[in-house]
């Protein structure tokens, strides 16, 4: 019975972390949802890499976030590293595989692409930041986080395209 009185102290205690905590939980299951129903799974092997790439980047990402405090979760015990990973492992990689599943090989039709998928992506911030389960420190704010969002975009597409030949030429 030890374990259902610490439920209910958790439950009574701490209401906030439960609001916080499902956000960030419900972000990662309905990305892999999302990614089941949408990815084209016979592509995983060709693009792994960018996936790979997209995990590493968010971690680094988010060690930078610690170091300088340009942003910051709330809600959460060790929230400066649990939320990183949750969405790392989450939605960073799931958004990666569809961005290229999907890219076109010229560059007009990639800058379009990355225009459409940085307007989400910056949408996404924002309710993050009104919901407040994030929130930007010193300088950081919503406009350098879309110039931040279409680098990466770029990055994801020119790492594609740097190992592209490797899967496509075996194919």
């Known amino acids: 019975?030890?374990?259902?009185?610490?439920?209910?102290?958790?439950?009574?205690?701490?209401?906030?972390?439960?609001?916080?905590?499902?956000?960030f939980i419900l972000i990662f299951f309905l990305s892999w949802i999302w990614f089941y129903k949408k990815a084209d799974k016979s592509r995983i092997q060709e693009l792994y890499g960018v996936?790979?790439?997209?995990?590493?980047l968010a971690i680094w990402t988010d060690l930078i976030?610690?170091?300088?405090?340009?942003?910051?979760?709330?809600?959460?015990p060790q929230s400066d590293y649990s939320i990183p990973l949750l969405l790392g492992f989450g939605i960073y990689p799931v958004v990666a595989y569809l961005f290229i599943q999907g890219a076109p090989l010229h560059w007009?039709?990639?800058?379009?692409r990355t225009l459409v998928w940085t307007f989400f992506s910056v949408i996404f911030e924002w309710v993050t930041l009104i919901t407040g389960h994030i929130e930007h420190h010193k300088w950081w704010n919503l406009?350098?986080?879309?110039?931040?969002?279409?680098?990466?975009?770029?990055?994801?597409?020119?790492?594609?395209?740097?190992?592209?030949?490797?899967?496509?030429?075996?194919?």
């Open 143 to 171: 406009g350098l986080s879309l110039g931040a969002d279409i680098l990466i975009f770029l990055s994801i597409w020119a790492v594609y395209l740097y190992y592209r030949p490797a899967y496509v030429a075996k194919a």
């Open 108 to 112: 007009l039709g990639v800058m379009k």
């Open 65 to 76: 976030m610690v170091h300088y405090q340009l942003w910051s979760y709330h809600g959460l």
């Open 51 to 56: 996936v790979v790439y997209t995990c590493l």
């Open 1 to 23: 019975m030890i374990s259902r009185q610490i439920v209910i102290l958790y439950l009574v205690i701490y209401p906030n972390i439960r609001r916080f905590l499902m956000y």
